[in-house]
C-alpha cells in the first residue's frame, strides 16, 4: 500500500514547508519538496493543512488492569488516536502497581489486544525493588517512574537512603513526580484544622503548595547531578522549579497541558474537575511555564491524562479524585498556545513529537524521515467549534475543556502508515498499534 499525502505543510525538525509524504507500507518511503511522482494507491490532498510527526505522549495513566470502570487500553488509545497522538508512554500506579517483571508483561500483553496506537510502560520505583533495574528490557520501556512524594503505599519513596540508591542504580531514564509529602501533610493538618475535613478545592494549591514541589524537585536535581542518572521531571508547576533547568541535557522537564491551560482563577469555573497533582497555580505559574516552552527550560509537553468517574471528582481538596482526562484535545489546543505566539509551531512539534523520542531514545519514531515507521498527523484550521460531550471517547465521559472553543481539527492520524483515525469517520477499532522499541 504507497500513499500520498500532497499538497501539505511539513512541518518537522525545524522547519515548515511545502511538500509531500509517500508512505510504503508501515514506514515513510519519501519527503519531497513540491510533489511526488508515481503509482499510489491513494493520494490525500492536505491542501491547507499541517503534516507533521504523531504526538508522543510520555506521561498516560490509562488504568489498566485493576481501575477499569473509569478508563481502559482500548478506550484511552481510541481518544489518543482521535487526538494526533500515536504513541503513549502509560505510567506505573495501577493495579497491580507495574514495579514486577510479570506485571510489566501483563501490560504489554493486554496493549497487544487492546491498543488502537503504540505503546510502552514506565516501570515503577519502590523501596525494595531496586534489585530488577538490572533485569530491566531496556529496548522495550522509556523509563523507571519514581514518585518522591504524592503516591500511595510502596511507590512513595522519600527517604534520603533509598532514592540515592535508585539514582545510583538506573541504567534507564528516570521520571520523577517531585513533592514533598512530608510538607503537603502538614499543609492538609492545617488546611483541615482552618477550614474543616475537606478544604474547598481553592486550597489545594495552598496544600500541594510552591514549596512541596521546589524542595522536592531541588533534591532530585541534587540527586541526578550526583549520579550522573539521566531525570526528566514530570509536570513542573511553579516558576521557581524552573530555574533548574536547561542547562544539563541530562536533565529535563516536563509541562502538561492542564497546567499551560488553567490557573486557579479556574477553580471558580471548573472547581475539582481540575483538581491534578501537582495543583493548578496561580496565573504567574502558568506564564511562567507558557514562557518556558520558548526558551529551552521545558522540555517536553504532555498530558498526564488520567480519568476518573464524575462521581470521584466530587468534593473538595481532601476528598475529590485528582486528575483529568487530556489525551484527546491536547494537540488543537497547544496548537491554539501556539497561535496566540507562546511558541512556534516548529518548536510545538520538538516539545510534543521530537523531543520525547530524543529523551527517551525512541526507535524510528517522532520525526518525519524516510525510513521511519509512518506515524504522523494531518491537522487543519476550521472556524471555530466547541468541544462537546458527544466528542469525548474517554471512558470517563467528560472533559475540562467541554464548552471550551478551537480552531483547529484532527484530520487524520496515521499509525505505522495506517490511518487509525479519520475525521467524520471516525477511529477505526479493528485495528492494533505496535509496541514501540528504544536505543538504550
Known sequence: MRTLYDNATIINEGTSKRGAVVVSGEHIETIAEGSASGQFDEVVDCTGCIVMPGVIDEHVHFREPGLTHKADIESESRAAARGGVTSFFDMPNCVPQTTTLDALEQKFQLARQKSHVNYSFFFGATNDNTQLFSQLPANRIPGIKLFMGSSTGNML?????????????????????????????ENMRRAKEKYGDDPEIWAHQLIRSEEACLESTQLAFELAALSGARLHVAHLSTKSELDFFGHNPRITAEACVGHLLFSTVDYRRLGSLIKVNPAIKSVIDQTALREGLADGKISTIATDHAPHLLSEKQGGAARAASGMPMIQFALPFMLQLSDEGWMTKERMVELMCHNPARIFRVKERGFLREGYKADLVIVRRTEPHTIAKADIESKCGWSPLEGQQTDWTIERTVCNGHPVYINKVGVDKQYIGQEITFDQ
Open 157 to 185: 519513596v522519600d527517604r534520603r537512603e533509598t532514592l540515592e540508591r535508585i539514582f545510583g542504580e538506573a541504567r534507564l531514564p528516570l521520571m520523577a513526580h517531585c513533592e514533598d509529602t512530608a510538607i503537603i501533610n
